[in-house]
């Protein structure tokens, strides 16, 4: 009986602590809202092309490490591309690519409210650019690096409410086609400036 109560004990212990750990893990967790405007064009082409304006916005979550560091992901729509501006695909036009894109982050933020942050970010295509005289013009995936800055308000009725600047650049080949004028091996590079809201 002795035993049958020890052995109950400890397993009441066990599961507090693990609670208690599952709640301190929580606490280190937020979330928020994020939206925004890109600006992007490709590198590396070998044919003329501008910037294109474009959105972004989606989820972010984020696991406090200490009061300055932190790893956040996000969960973004991302509209890109860029302006064609001689005419090898029969005429000037915006190519638009849409992607899910998974940011992730390491974050250092000041006691005032000032951060920078770094990582890699994966980009998923979900809609490809149209009427360009290929089946595929863009490849499925990218990848690249991300890196920013921007101010997020720490106290008063504006707390968790931000404003970041953001630079990705990406290391893949953009291009799924095969031509033999045109090279399919230029990147992507988008400039984005978005509002978030932490919960």
Do not use: C
Not at 22 to 35: M, N, P
Not at 54 to 67: H, Y
């Amino acid at each position: 009986m002795k035993k049958l109560l020890l052995i109950g004990l400890v397993l009441a212990m066990a599961q507090v602590s693990f609670a208690q750990g599952l709640g301190g893990i929580f606490q280190r967790l937020s979330f928020g809202l994020k939206a925004g405007g890109n600006y992007s064009n490709f590198t590396g082409a070998n044919f003329d092309t501008e910037g294109l304006a474009g959105f972004n916005g989606g989820l972010l979550v984020n696991f406090k490490l200490t009061d300055k560091w932190s790893v956040q992901e996000e969960f973004l729509y991302s509209m890109q591309g860029a302006k064609i501006t001689d005419n090898v695909f029969g005429t000037h036009k915006d190519l638009k690519l849409s992607y899910m894109s998974v940011p992730i982050l390491v974050k250092y933020r000041s006691a005032i409210g000032l951060y920078a942050e770094f990582g890699a970010q994966a980009n998923l295509l979900m809609k490809d650019a149209k009427n360009t005289g290929f089946v595929d013009f863009a490849d499925k995936i990218d990848a690249g690096a991300v890196a920013g800055l921007g101010y997020e308000f720490t106290k008063g009725p504006a707390k968790g409410l931000g404003l970041g600047a953001r630079y990705y650049q990406g290391f893949m080949d953009v291009g799924k086609f095969n031509s033999t004028t045109l090279k399919s091996d230029f990147k992507n590079s988008v400039a984005q400036l978005s509002i978030f809201y932490m919960f």
